[in-house]
């Protein structure tokens, strides 16, 4: 990318960047690093520390960030809708980029975002949000490399371009997204009943408003999470649960929108997800890793199995 090309763009913009934190003393460096590589640095940074009782407020002081403008903001515990709403209403910048603390925005990133709106001003623009093969030691770091590379296929279909998201496959990921600071308040930021899938809510009532939504697979950041199947299993049952909590508190809104229906399953097929709901299954991975031996496909395509039956079809189990 040309840097030129990308000091035209953004030469009538300002632009602020938020960072989100609760008890990240362990990664926010990296994401603060990271954005002092990018190929542009005309840009303020807001750390929001959501009521952390680490020494993220400790480390934040004591590193020195060669970056143009850092704010660190601490308020209370309010969650993840909350703590991203604060530093939008905190923020100087026209235009608002977010990325969470475990992120690792790649060079180019914040440019690919500021250039989408040369050609789209009135917008919302989603980067890529991938897990780093370098860094997968664990089991399941490496099915999430898997996973995060499937997830972005489907997003971006057989050409690696930019393109508007719809209701089939209407997606915000809070952890690498942007729009304009006028955008998200007249949205009313996010629903701060909300402690999980506030993003999917903000797409929903940013398509119903006619905002257009755009994928842009060169505005990637690396996502440095360590789960265990058994924490992920936990992570993803809470996806679900704030999913219907969504429908209960906004029915009306979500009665057009398209969501993954399964239905029950009767006779041989429940006995396999039954079956692949054992407690068992998660600790042979998590603690045996009994399956190393099999290829990587198949391995994650179990696993793929495991979580669906868990999550899905027998939640009360795993």
């Given at each position: 990318m040309d840097p030129s090309t990308v000091s035209k763009t953004h030469a009538y913009m300002t632009i602020s960047v938020i960072v989100p934190t609760y008890n990240g003393a362990h990664k926010i460096t990296n994401v603060l690093s990271a954005l002092e590589r990018q190929t542009m640095h005309d840009f303020n940074t807001i750390v929001v520390v959501d009521g952390s009782t680490d020494n993220t407020l400790e480390?934040?002081?004591?590193?020195?960030?060669q970056l143009k403008d850092l704010v660190v903001i601490f308020q209370e515990n309010r969650g993840r809708a909350a703590v991203r709403n604060k530093g939008a209403k905190e923020a100087k910048g026209e235009f608002l980029v977010f990325f969470d603390d475990d992120m690792r925005p790649s060079p180019n990133c914040l440019a690919s975002h500021i250039i989408h709106y040369r050609q789209y001003p009135e917008s919302i623009a989603v980067g890529t949000q991938i897990n780093d093969w370098a860094k997968a030691t664990t089991e399941m770091q490496k099915y999430r490399c898997y996973f995060s590379r499937k997830w972005e296929k489907n997003l971006i279909g057989k050409h690696k371009a930019v393109s508007e998201l719809n209701n089939g496959n209407l997606y915000i990921t809070a952890a690498n997204f942007s729009l304009k600071r006028d955008t998200f308040l007249k949205l009313g930021g996010f629903d701060e009943r909300l402690n999980d899938a506030e993003d999917y809510d903000f797409a929903v009532r940013a398509n119903k408003s006619g905002v257009p939504i755009f994928y842009l697979p060169d505005?990637?950041?690396?996502?440095?999470?360590?789960?265990?199947?058994?924490?992920?299993?936990?992570?993803?049952?809470?996806?679900?649960?704030?999913?219907?909590?969504?429908?209960?508190?906004?029915?009306?809104?979500?009665?057009?929108?398209?969501?993954?229906?399964?239905?029950?399953?009767?006779?041989?097929?429940?006995?396999v997800f039954w079956f692949f709901s054992l407690s068992f299954w998660v600790s042979s991975i998590d603690k045996l890793n009994l399956f190393r031996w099999m290829p990587a496909v198949w391995r994650f395509r179990l696993y793929d199995l495991i979580i669906t039956s868990a999550v899905i079809y027998f939640p009360r189990r795993a």
């Open positions: 480390v934040l002081k004591n590193t020195n960030f505005a990637y950041a690396w996502h440095d999470e360590n789960y265990s199947l058994a924490s992920y299993i936990r992570r993803r049952k809470g996806y679900v649960r704030a999913h219907q909590l969504l429908v209960k508190l906004k029915p009306e809104l979500y009665q057009q929108y398209t969501h993954r229906k399964f239905g029950k399953k009767r006779g041989f097929k429940k006995v």
